[in-house]
């Protein structure tokens, strides 16, 4: 709304803006993934250690996560198991991929082995019934605002929430056409973990937003299981225009 | 889950789905767009016009409404203003495309003159403050949801969310390469709104789910803001894998 020349000046005032595709180079960190054996966890795992990183996957059982790691599709990449609390503190970036009603306990039990660490959580609260999905009301506001609630010493953001666990976990299939939507407060964070979904083949990390943004991006995957029905697929999301 | 055998079975008892991209002709219905004089529903009446459907602009005042009608983006395509009353009256399809604050009391105003007609709501009920763009509560749920509540005679859907009203305004612009999610309770509905997004080049109209979802589609409009910011863009959405 303000006149051409002054748009000029202001421009010649600031420092030219950062290229907001020029991310960090990400590949000396290791990623766990809590919640590693469920179908999210473990695709995540496959599609991360494949591109070359470092993945632990963690579960309540290090057994159980030792017998996943080591299965036909984690096992020929390389993916380590452990329990969660060695997941946390061996990681320098934490999936957090457990289901909704696990979520807060999960992330209360584990509190200093998270703290300092990068938490990324990508899980959706949603209920069912005989009309399908919806969302659930979350007190903090959505699952992401929850952790970071329960982990003050954490560097919480939010991502990996469009994702179809049966696509990742599909070794037939080589590129995922999709867009992660990463949330956060802090732009540093956010864009570790914009690299870290770039890695995959055919995914893009965008930032899109802060926390308090969360709860609708984690209750459209109601939306998305409703498209998946109808149209026989396993939708995610792409963002136009950028 | 089940067997190879029992899901052939299943598939030769049951008739044959119907064809999720097989939509109604809209071609002969008006569609009226209450807000018209705004961005958004400026923009969706030239694109609606340009594509061939015939378009009532409404507003509160006739006079306003009929200036916008015949300006040089909408008079060429042959868009007709009138008063919000009577655009709902005259049309069969009513946008609804009024800001957020306005949204309860047009509605509660045009209950007559809606009833029966099939209403689309594309309201966006956000707040701004220096942190940018966030999602409001909402005491039904969601704007369409408030819509179903105030209009019990009108057949409520909601969709066309998600687009650019610099987009759908700029003359340049041919094609709009995105996804209209489609939120509804009946599916002929739903079916008639996708068709109507699926006459502008480079859109789909793409059934998402009950009216009970609709606040994260709503709300999502927070995060494409954030993304406009981050990447200089007008965001939208193409849903992958169908």
């Known amino acids: 709304m303000s006149a051409p020349e002054e748009n000029a000046n202001a421009a010649a005032a600031k420092p030219a803006a950062k290229d907001p595709w ?6 000396g960190l290791v990623v766990g993934v809590l919640g590693g054996t469920g179908d999210q966890g473990r695709g995540l795992a496959y599609r991360l250690a494949l591109a070359g990183q470092r993945v632990i996957i963690g579960s309540r059982s290090a057994e159980r996560a030792r017998d996943i790691a080591g299965d036909e599709l984690l096992g020929p990449v390389g993916v380590e198991g452990a329990g969660n609390a060695e997941c946390a503190r061996r990681s320098d970036i934490v999936i957090v991929a457990v ?19 990068l938490v990324v959580d990508c899980v959706n609260p949603l209920g ?13 506001g959505s699952a992401a605002e929850q952790a970071a609630a329960l982990l003050p010493e954490s560097r919480v953001t939010a991502a990996f929430h469009h994702l179809s666990g049966v696509l990742l976990q ?73």
Chains 1, 2 share one sequence.
Not at 22 to 27: A, N, Q
Not at 101 to 112: I, M, V
Not at 128 to 140: N, Q
Not at 207 to 223: D, K, M, T
């Open 128 to 140: 069912f019934d005989k009309k399908g999905a919806h969302a659930l009301a979350v007190e903090e």
């Open 99 to 117: 289901p909704w009603s696990g979520h807060a306990a999960t992330l209360t039990d584990l509190r200093e082995e998270l703290a300092g660490k």
């Open 170 to 242: 599909d070794r037939e299939i080589d590129e995922i056409p999709t867009d992660v939507m990463v949330l956060g407060e802090v732009r540093a964070d956010c864009e570790i973990v914009q690299a870290l979904a770039s890695l995959i083949p055919g995914m893009r990390g965008v930032f899109a937003g802060r926390l308090r943004n969360a709860h609708q991006v984690e209750s459209l995957v109601a939306n998305l299981i409703s498209v998946n029905r109808r149209y026989k697929a396993h939708a995610g999301i792409r963002l136009t225009d950028i």
């Open 22 to 27: 020029e991310l960090p180079d990400v590949s």
